[in-house]
């Protein structure tokens, strides 16, 4: 499987250690500009924007912070994704990054349940919907 990691941070390079697998990283996906045509785990740091350039079977949303505002961060990648054309269906967020006994697992789960209940209706999400996500995930299962 082809996967770009949105985050070229600790999470992203967690990922790659304990859950790549069968998985080849095409690049990691970042919206910090400062890091954009830089190297991160001998793999390239790319805008978001290009993202449509690239021949992808999945993107991994791998950020640290699950808090409270790290749940809206999800959904204003989630929303940045749709404006990208990315369907629904090649959006993961992955709970192997995870201690099984973080809090955040429990977010992670229900994010992805209904993440992929959803992507067997809708294509791509408005920000309409995502709030919907939102509320449907309490926050109270971040940090």
């Given at each position: 499987?082809?996967e770009i990691?949105?985050?070229?941070g ?39 924007e ?15 912070d ?8 999800v ?7 749709s ?43 408005s ?17």
């Open positions: 499987m082809k990691v949105f985050g070229a600790e999470m992203g390079k967690r990922y790659c250690s304990e859950c790549g697998g069968d998985t080849t990283i095409l690049a990691f996906a970042d919206n910090d500009p400062a890091k954009w045509g830089k190297q991160f785990l001998g793999h390239r740091i790319i805008n978001p290009s993202i449509q350039e690239e021949d992808y079977d999945r993107i991994v949303i791998a950020i640290y699950l808090t409270a505002d790290g749940c809206k961060t959904l204003d990648i989630l929303n940045q994704l404006g990208l054309n990315v369907p629904l269906s090649k959006i993961a967020l992955p709970e192997c990054v995870y201690s099984q006994d973080d809090p955040r697992v429990d977010f992670v789960r229900r994010f992805a349940a209904i993440i992929t209940k959803t992507a067997l209706r809708v294509r791509r999400p920000a309409v919907f995502t709030e919907g996500i939102l509320q449907r995930i309490s926050t109270s299962t971040c940090l």
